[in-house]
T-cell receptor, first 115, second 109 residues
Framework: DAGVIQSPRHEVTEMGQEVTLRCKPI?????LFWYRQTMMRGLELLIY????????DSGMPEDRFSAKMPNASFSTLKIQPSEPRDSAVYFC?????????????FGQGTRLTVV | DQQVKQNSPSLSVQEGRISILNCDYT??????FLWYKKYPAEGPTFLISISSIKDKNEDGRFTVFLNKSAKHLSLHIVPSQPGDSAVYFC????????FGTGTRLQVFP
């Protein structure tokens, strides 16, 4: 398996523009997580899905952020409009059921820069 | 509100010695604990885990200790090697993982 695939790897956009980050989880995994990495907060959980259904979006910072999982093999994280403080590395991770000795696997991340 | 805390942002250890990374958590409902390792420009990779019913788990040079009464987790690496230099994240949770802020480990010759 190719692992969790994220695209793009790097994104530079102007303030106010819409940004869409994409994730393909590992086939067969039923949970998908979006994290944001910053120096101050480390790896911050934004939202997670189980069987394509959003379970907990309490980490989504503002209404400007939205996430979808239309099927088991694809998810998007959208920021509209983007702001400079959104600049960070965004990671997607997938797993089978956690808490039973099974870990989450991470993609390589998307480095977002909003200028 | 940081439910998982790594209070040491960095640690420097000589090759061959023991590295001890620490982590504290606040939520007593967490039943699963993990350590991840992260190199620059890569995603975190799983290192070792422990469930709440155990107090120790060992995998080669890596050992994780769990003290539930103190809500404290630690990772021991012995002997430390230069290739271990990376950022280490602890994570805890049930159906979702909450991560700490990370500790940058540098192993020097």
């Amino acid at each position: 398996d190719a692992g969790v695939i994220q695209s793009p790897r790097h994104e530079v956009t102007e303030m106010g523009q819409e940004v869409t980050l994409r994730c393909k989880p590992i086939s067969g995994h039923n949970s998908l997580f979006w994290y944001r990495q910053t120096m101050m907060r480390g790896l911050e959980l934004l939202i997670y899905f189980n069987n394509n259904v959003p379970i907990d979006d309490s980490g989504m910072p503002e209404d400007r952020f939205s996430a979808k999982m239309p099927n088991a093999s694809f998810s998007t994280l959208k920021i509209q409009p983007s702001e400079p403080r959104d600049s960070a590395v965004y990671f997607c991770a997938s797993s089978l059921v956690l808490g039973q000795g099974i870990e989450a696997f991470f993609g390589q991340g998307t480095r977002l820069t909003v200028v | 509100d940081q439910q998982v805390k790594q209070n040491s942002p960095s640690l420097s250890v000589q090759e061959g010695r023991i590295s001890i990374l620490n982590c504290d958590y606040t939520n007593s409902m967490f039943d699963y604990f993990l350590w991840y390792k992260k190199y620059p420009a890569e995603g975190p990779t799983f290192l070792i885990s422990i469930s709440s019913i155990k107090d120790k788990n060992e995998d080669g040079r890596f050992t994780v200790f769990l003290n539930k009464s103190a809500k404290h987790l630690s990772l021991h690496i012995v002997p430390s090697q230069p290739g271990d230099s990376a950022v280490y994240f602890c994570a805890a949770g049930t159906d979702k993982l909450i991560f700490g802020t990370g500790t940058r480990l540098q192993v020097f010759p």
